[in-house]
């Protein structure tokens, strides 16, 4: 069950936390045997071979982003192939397009997003939702003021639909995205998915501070 | 089965604003200044707690219409306080559409018995506390979210560094007990020994807790944050300070990077004049904001 890499040592994941609800990222990833690190600043990304963007507000999480020049440190981590997992606000990040017109954080993910999409917090929600590609059984998803997937790019995987067909988890590649929280609902499984991924980047192919 | 307003989704929105400032807003304007500076969420109310303490008189919920600009002018989360115990207020905010309600110790005490049945609604609650005995009567009644009641509208630190330590201490206190002083520790904080026991076997609140309540500058919002705090609330730390945008970004930078000195440093400089702040034995014990509730 641990995650280690050819070595045998720990995979170390890069976890976002500038702010949000990183912390539960941080124990589920501690708790599947991989080697977390919170991230503020460019140079805690060394050593890095794949990343967490957690759920908060996307946009305080923004600026956060920029004001700290978080910014390009992580496309370039990210172009170099590591694998990545943004729930709610950190599928924001990810996104290509944002409805409404906000300038997109780090557009690798050929989708357009549609922010706090079921409305305010009154509409938040739980259901069990069926992700073929995670196994027979349903994912507990957790909906916060959350997101949906407006668009899909040609080489964007659909993971998940609700019952009115409204996308919620998709992969492009070694990116994975989920409107909801697996974090909140303590499912191991889009973790696993990052975990194994990261197991084949080579421990030193992460880029430190550039 | 899809179901809305749980547990999970009121606890939920909680955890999304961890690592982040909650500000207190008056209009439109500072909402959006508020929103840019990087808040995870706006607290619409009529007065800050500096003016409220000033203009004195009967607190009470804010006018509708000012909350409804808020909502139209932000994407963050929008918060606004109802009285202790008035649940009617709570009421019209949740037919608002306010994300979470503040039943805040800020506003008179309509009911100096009871406070609002927190669960009878599907609206998320936040609750202050001064103490754990008064955290968990708080999240038995339905609070999703606790914060200090500190001493709202002075500017000092003094009164939330004490609830903060009190909080935390009676949690460690719980932790290192045997499993059969529980019920005697249940009886003396006066809270129910289920959520008692819960909290002895997992070393914290089952909720999110940040720091509410004379936050004024960077520092005192990273030192609230190194006592254990999970975010925190400015009031009229910002808008009554001299450069209220600068201050508003500042108090941000400072929350994330709390463990940073070198970072505070940076952001502390030139900010101006924070607000003037009042000491604590300047305010009659009749005055007192923090003592409201129990």
């Known amino acids: ?210 | 089965m899809t179901e809305t307003s749980t547990w999970a989704t009121k606890t939920g929105l909680a955890q999304m604003l961890k690592g982040g400032v909650i500000m207190d807003v008056v209009n439109a304007a500072e909402a959006r200044i508020a929103e840019d500076a990087g808040a995870v969420a706006v607290m619409a109310l009529e007065r800050v707690p500096s003016d409220i303490r000033a203009a004195g008189g009967v607190a009470r919920m804010s006018d509708p219409i000012l909350i409804e600009e808020i909502l139209a002018t932000v994407s963050i989360p929008v918060m606004a306080k109802a009285r202790i115990g008035h649940f009617v207020e709570a009421q019209v905010l949740e037919a608002l559409g306010v994300d979470y309600i503040d039943e805040s110790e800020v506003l008179t005490p309509a009911d100096e018995v009871n406070h609002i049945d927190k669960h009878a609604f599907k609206v998320p609650f936040v609750c202050g506390s001064r103490d754990l005995g008064e955290a968990l009567r708080r999240i038995n009644e339905g609070a999703a979210m606790m914060r200090t009641k500190g001493e709202a509208g002075t500017g000092n630190i003094v009164e939330a560094v004490r609830h903060i330590r009190s909080v935390n201490g009676g949690i460690r206190r719980l932790v290192a007990m045997r499993e059969d002083e529980l019920f005697v520790a249940a009886k003396e904080l006066g809270a129910p020994y289920p959520l008692v026991k819960q909290i002895a076997a997992e070393g914290r609140l089952p909720v999110v807790n940040f720091v509410a309540g004379g936050i004024a500058t960077p520092s005192d919002a990273a030192l609230s944050m190194q006592l254990g705090a999970d975010g925190v609330f400015v009031g009229s730390g910002i808008f009554k300070s001299e450069d209220p945008a600068r201050m508003a970004r500042a108090i941000v930078q400072a929350t994330t990077h709390f463990r940073d000195a070198k970072i505070i440093a940076e952001v502390s400089k030139g900010l101006g004049a924070p607000m003037r702040g009042i000491a604590l034995e300047a305010i009659p014990e009749a005055e007192r904001l923090a003592v409201r509730g129990w």
């Open chain 1, 1 to 210: 069950m641990a995650a280690t890499g050819a070595a045998g040592d720990p995979v170390r994941i890069g976890v976002l936390s500038v702010q949000g609800a990183f912390a539960e990222h941080v124990s589920l990833l501690r708790s599947l045997g991989a080697d977390p690190i919170e991230v503020r600043l460019p140079q805690h990304l060394a050593g890095v071979r794949g990343l967490v963007l957690p759920g908060g507000e996307s946009t305080a999480m923004r600026r956060l982003i920029a004001r700290w020049e978080l910014r390009e440190p992580l496309l370039a981590l990210l172009r170099s192939g590591i694998p990545v997992l943004g729930t709610c606000a950190g599928m924001i990040l990810l996104a290509r397009e944002i409805e409404g017109g906000d300038e997109p954080v780090l557009p690798l993910l050929d989708v357009t997003v549609r922010r706090n999409a079921f409305g305010r917090q009154l509409e938040s929600f739980e259901t069990d939702l069926a992700v073929p590609a995670l196994g027979d059984a349903p994912v507990h998803a957790v909906f916060i003021r959350a997101p949906v997937i407006a668009r899909t790019g040609p080489d964007v995987e659909i993971l998940a639909r609700l019952p009115d067909d409204r996308i919620v988890a998709v992969r492009q590649g070694p990116i994975l995205a989920t409107a909801f929280h697996p974090e909140l609902a303590g499912e191991p499984r889009f973790h696993r998915i990052l975990l194994a991924l990261a197991a084949e980047i080579p421990p030193d192919a992460g880029s430190g501070p550039r």
